[in-house]
């Protein structure tokens, strides 16, 4: 029962270079999203691919690209990282219906702590 | 913009009490709403979902919705040193093909013996 599963879980990075992470989840979700978390920020929402091929910006995307892979993965890029991306990724999935309500958990990686130095 | 507001907390309460964690939205379209909780550390959990007006319960866990007044709330009964968590309130809607949950900052519990 891997869930879903992010590589790296930790990693520090220098401003300037770039750095991809990697999502995948094994429940046949169509939704994935990455959020980050800052303390006293919550969780914002970076980026969302609602379904296999599509992605969407979210809250704070700039800075960031996403891929979705194929309906299993979701990656995030850093192209050039600066020190105000330091912070915890989650990368979340969940199921997505079209008007029944008791959908739309969202699981949770185990996140990715990066620091820019 | 759709907003979830949580008291940021600490809310301390004595083991065996009932903490009551309280959440309000502003998007009247939210239809969905979701209590995660999240050890220092780790990932968000999910510990209720509530869709109707009124309560549901599960275990030590009762989940409240108002939606006139746009208020969800959390009460755990017999609170455990364990619960001691942030608990993150999020509402989602149904509206524009995608079910992207709004979070609020979350509210740091604190269980005391």
């Known amino acids: 029962n891997a869930g879903v599963t992010q590589t790296p879980k930790f990693q520090v990075l220098k401003t300037g270079q770039s750095m991809t992470l990697q999502c995948a989840q094994d429940?046949?979700?169509?939704?994935m999203y990455w959020y980050r978390q800052d303390p006293g920020m919550g969780l914002r929402l970076i980026y969302y691919?609602?379904?296999?091929?599509?992605?969407d910006k979210g809250e704070v995307p700039n800075g960031y690209n996403v891929s979705r892979l194929n309906k299993r993965e979701f990656s995030l890029r850093l192209e050039s990282a600066a020190p105000s991306q330091t912070s915890v990724y989650f990368c979340?999935?969940?199921?997505?219906?079209?008007?029944?309500?008791?959908?739309?958990?969202?699981?949770f990686g185990e996140g990715s702590r990066l620091t820019v130095l | 913009q759709k907003e979830v507001e949580q008291n940021s907390g600490p809310l301390s309460v004595p083991e065996g009490a009932i903490a009551s964690l309280n959440c309000t939205y502003s998007?009247?379209?939210?239809?969905?709403f979701f209590w995660y909780r999240q050890y220092s550390g780790k990932s968000p959990e999910l510990i209720m979902s509530?869709?109707?007006?009124g309560d549901k319960e599960d275990g030590r866990f009762t989940a409240q919705l108002n939606k006139a007044s746009q208020y969800v709330s959390l009460l755990i009964r017999d609170s455990q040193p364990s619960d001691s968590a942030t608990y993150l309130c999020?509402?989602?809607?149904?509206?524009?093909?995608?079910?992207?949950?709004?979070f609020g900052r979350g509210t740091s519990l604190i269980v005391h013996p």
């Open positions: 509530i869709y109707s007006n």
């Open positions: 691919s609602a379904s296999e091929g599509t992605t």
């Open positions: 979340a999935s969940s199921s997505r219906t079209g008007t029944v309500l008791n959908t739309g958990e969202l699981f």
């Open positions: 999020a509402a989602r809607g149904v509206s524009g093909g995608s079910y992207i949950p709004t």
């Open positions: 998007d009247r379209g939210s239809q969905s």
């Open positions: 429940m046949n979700h169509n939704s």
